[in-house]
C-alpha cells in the first residue's frame, strides 16, 4: 500500500515498532490510540479516514462516474480527504444526482456529514491513487538544486565574513562600554533609535545590526546593567575583557556556537507581532520554540552537500523548505515562526556570520555544526593581521589588511569607515578628531598615535586639521549655574544666541563673554554638540576638565568562561586598575581635599534641622567636579535629597567632597 520500495518500507515499519507507534497485534501490525486521528488531514494521508459502506461495492463504483466527478475527487484527496459544498444533499440516489457532488456521494464515493462537510473514505482514496497511500513515492526525498562552486573560494569567502563579524562586535561592544543605550521599560529590549544609530554607526543594516546585538547577548557579551543614574542600560560584561584576549578564530567560535545553540530569532526584529506592536531588539519573548531545531537540520543539509556543491541560487531556500517539510512534516507553524521564515533567516544569518558563502558551508562552519573544534581550521583561512595604515594626502588612512584588534578599536576613534573592502579606508574629519577629544585626547596623543601607526608621513593636511580642532575646542565652556556658557570669542555667543534651533535652550546674555541657560548640564553638552559647537566642561576653579569615561560592564549572566579565560581576567582587571589609577593621580590635584565624614555629616543634620541651606563640593558620575546650593531634607539609603531651586534632587554622600554653611 505505501508508495515506497520494500527496503525503505520495511526500515519505516522497524522504526515505528522501535518508537512505539505501531504494534503486533493476532491481526497483525496496528498503530496505538490516536495516531490515526492525529493524521487525519494532513496533506497526502487523505487515504486514512474512515471508510462508511461496503467496500467492494463502492470501489466498483469508481469506473462508473463522470469525468467532472472523477476531477472533483482527485481534488478532494489531493486537499487533505475533506471539503465543503453547501448545495450538496446528503441521501440522494444516484438517479437524483445533481451536479458532480450529488454523484458522488450518491454512489458512496464521498460521505456527507449533514453540515456542508464531505469526507473521502479511506478505501477510495487508496483506490483512486491505484492502491497507494501517496501519488507520490514517500521514499524518494525532494531533491536540492545544486550548483558547483570551488570549496577553497567557498572557505575563503566565509572566513572574510567571519573576520568581519568578530570586528563588528569588538566595535559595537566598545561604542556600549562608554555610551550604554538605556533599556526600554522593564528590560523589554533596545529601542528602535539606538538600534538605527548602532547601524549607522558599524555602517551596516538594521537587520545586521539586531543580528549582531542578538548574538552579543546570546554570548554573554552583553547584558542589563546600571548606568551612571541607575536606570537599566544595555552593555558589555565581564566575559568582553575575557574574550577580546582570545585569538580571532576561538572568538568566532564562541559566538557562532552561541548563535547555533540560541532559540532567539533576530530576524523578527521590526516585524509586527501578533498584537499589531513591532518586535525589539533583546525584547524577552524574542525566541521561538522551534529555532534552534530548524537552524540545525537546514546547515545539516549543506553540510550533506557533496564537495564543490552549493545551494543554487534562487530555487535553493524554497527546495530547502520543501525538503524539510518531507522530513518533519508535523513540526507545527506559528504566525511568527514559520518553516519558510525559520530556513530563510538561518541562511541570511549564517552568511552574516561567516558559516557559509555562496550557498555552501564552509569547512569550519561544517566542524561546528558536527560539534567539533573549528578553531585551528579557520585560524588557517584568516590573514595575518597588521599593526600599521598608511595615511594619504586626502585625509584618509588605509589599512592594507585586516588590522589587529586594538589599533582597529582606536582608529575608529579618531577616523571613521569610509569603505569597506580588502583594503579598509579611515577618513579623517573635523567632527572625528572632536569625537576624540570628547573622549579625553588631548592634540598631542592624536599627533603621537597616527605617528605610530602609520608606515607614511603624517600628511601637513592631516596635521593642521588636528590642531585647528584643538584650538577651537573648547571655545565654549560650559559649567554649573542651572548651566552657563563661557567664551572669549563674542561672536561665537552671540552666533548661538541668534540660532533658530537654540530657542529651547533658554539662553540669556550676563555679559558680553557669558551666556546662562535654563537647561541641565547633562542635556545642554548633547545639544550644544548637535549645533555644531565644540564646549569643554569647565571646573570649579576655571581649568578645562575632560574626563576620559570609564568602560562600564554589567555582571555576566553565568560562569561559563572561554579557554585561558582566568588569565585574561586577570590582565584585565590589572590593565583597568592601572588606567584607574592613572585617571586619580591626574585629576587629584585640581579637586577640594575631602572634609572629615563626621563634620560632613554633623553640618548637614544641623542644616536639615534648621531648615537652612548649604554649599555642598560634589563629583558627578563622568568625574566632573562642582558645586551646588541646596536645602538638605533628608539622608537615607546613602543619598542626600535635597531641594535645589524649585528641584528635589539626589546627590550620593560617595560623592559629596566637602559641605560648607551659606554663612558663619
Not at 538561518?346 to 550557498?359: P, Q
Not at 589587529?404 to 579598509?424: C, D, I, K, N
Not at 553565568?558 to 593621580?585: F, M, S, W, Y
Amino acid at each position: 500500500m505505501v508508495n515506497a520500495e520494500v527496503d525503505a518500507a520495511t526500515r519505516a515499519l522497524s522504526h515505528l515498532e522501535d518508537t512505539c507507534l505501531v504494534w503486533h497485534s493476532l491481526d497483525g501490525l496496528r498503530a496505538v490510540t490516536g495516531v490515526a486521528a492525529l493524521l487525519r488531514g494532513s496533506p497526502g494521508t487523505s487515504g486514512l479516514q474512515p471508510f462508511a459502506a461496503d467496500q467492494e461495492e463502492v470501489v466498483r463504483s469508481l469506473p462508473a462516474v463522470s469525468a467532472e466527478a472523477r476531477a472533483m475527487l482527485e481534488a478532494v484527496d489531493a486537499g487533505g480527504g475533506q471539503a465543503s459544498s453547501s448545495r450538496a444533499r446528503p441521501g440522494v440516489s444516484v438517479a437524483e444526482a445533481a451536479g458532480p457532488a450529488e454523484e458522488l456521494i450518491a454512489h458512496g464515493l464521498l460521505v456527507s456529514s449533514g453540515d456542508g462537510m464531505l469526507t473521502l473514505p479511506g478505501e477510495v482514496g487508496l483506490a483512486l491513487r491505484g492502491g497507494r497511500t501517496t501519488i507520490a513515492p514517500v521514499d524518494v526525498p525532494p531533491p536540492l538544486p545544486t550548483s558547483s562552486r570551488a570549496s577553497t573560494l567557498v572557505d575563503r569567502a566565509a572566513a572574510g565574513a567571519a573576520f568581519e563579524l568578530v570586528r563588528n562586535l569588538e566595535l559595537l561592544l566598545d561604542g556600549w562600554s562608554v555610551t550604554p543605550p538605556r533599556s526600554l521599560r522593564g528590560g523589554a529590549g533596545l529601542t528602535v533609535r539606538d538600534l538605527k544609530t548602532t547601524a549607522e554607526r558599524l555602517h551596516v543594516t538594521e537587520p545586521t545590526a539586531a543580528l549582531l546585538i542578538e548574538v552579543a547577548w546570546a554570548a554573554g557579551l552583553l547584558a542589563l546593567g546600571a548606568d551612571e543614574e541607575g536606570d537599566p542600560a544595555w552593555m558589555p560584561t565581564e566575559l568582553f575583557d575575557q574574550w577580546l584576549q582570545q585569538p580571532l578564530a576561538a572568538r568566532w567560535s564562541h559566538v557562532a556556537g552561541a548563535w547555533l545553540a540560541s532559540p532567539r530569532l533576530p530576524g523578527l526584529v521590526g516585524q509586527r507581532d501578533p498584537a499589531g506592536k513591532t518586535w525589539n531588539a533583546l525584547a524577552p519573548d524574542l525566541a521561538g520554540a522551534s529555532a534552534v531545531a530548524t537552524r540545525r537540520q537546514t546547515l545539516g543539509l549543506l553540510a550533506a552537500l557533496p564537495d564543490g556543491e552549493v545551494l543554487a541560487a534562487g530555487t535553493g531556500p524554497a527546495a530547502v523548505v520543501t525538503r524539510l517539510a518531507w522530513e518533519r512534516p508535523r513540526r507545527p507553524r506559528t504566525r511568527t515562526e514559520s518553516r519558510e521564515a525559520l530556513v530563510d533567516w538561518t541562511l541570511t544569518e549564517a552568511e552574516t556570520l561567516g558559516l557559509t558563502a555562496f550557498g555552501g558551508l564552509a569547512a569550519y562552519g561544517r566542524q561546528l555544526v558536527a560539534g567539533e573544534d573549528p578553531v585551528p581550521t579557520l585560524a588557517g583561512l584568516l590573514p595575518e593581521p597588521v599593526d600599521h595604515v598608511l595615511l594619504q594626502g586626502d585625509l584618509t588612512a588605509v589599512a592594507p589588511g585586516p588590522l589587529e584588534p586594538a589599533l582597529a578599536r582606536t582608529l575608529a576613534v579618531v577616523a571613521t569607515v569610509e569603505s569597506h573592502g580588502g583594503a579598509t579606508v579611515y577618513r579623517f574629519t573635523k567632527e572625528s578628531v572632536r569625537r576624540a577629544m570628547d573622549r579625553g585626547w588631548t592634540a598631542t596623543e592624536i599627533h603621537a598615535f597616527l605617528t605610530a601607526a602609520s608606515r607614511t608621513p603624517v600628511p601637513q593636511a592631516l596635521t593642521y586639521l588636528v590642531d585647528d580642532t584643538a584650538r577651537t575646542f573648547g571655545t565654549v565652556r560650559v559649567g554649573f549655574a542651572a548651566a552657563y556658557l563661557r567664551s572669549d570669542d563674542e561672536a561665537a555667543l552671540a552666533e548661538l544666541l541668534a540660532h533658530p534651533a537654540a530657542e529651547s535652550l533658554g539662553l540669556r546674555r550676563l555679559a558680553p563673554t557669558v551666556v546662562v541657560s535654563t537647561v541641565a548640564l547633562d542635556s545642554l553638552l548633547p545639544r550644544l554638540r548637535e549645533l555644531g559647537l565644540a564646549p569643554v566642561v569647565e571646573a570649579p576653579d576655571g581649568s578645562i576638565h575632560v574626563a576620559r569615561p570609564d568602560a562600564k560592564r554589567a555582571k555576566a549572566r553565568n560562569g561559563a568562561r572561554p579557554a585561558g579565560a582566568q588569565e585574561a581576567h586577570l590582565a584585565a582587571r590589572a590593565t583597568a586598575v592601572a588606567a584607574r589609577i592613572k585617571a586619580g593621580d591626574e585629576t587629584a590635584a585640581a579637586r577640594p581635599a575631602p572634609a572629615e565624614p563626621a563634620s560632613t555629616m554633623a553640618i548637614l543634620h544641623e542644616a536639615i534641622d534648621a531648615g537652612e541651606q548649604v554649599v555642598i563640593s560634589y563629583v558627578d558620575g563622568r568625574g566632573v567636579g562642582g558645586e551646588a546650593r541646596v536645602e538638605p531634607l533628608g539622608i537615607d539609603g546613602g543619598a542626600l535629597a535635597a531641594r535645589v531651586e524649585d528641584d528635589v534632587r539626589s546627590f550620593a554622600l560617595s560623592r559629596i567632597r566637602s559641605v560648607r554653611p551659606t554663612s558663619p
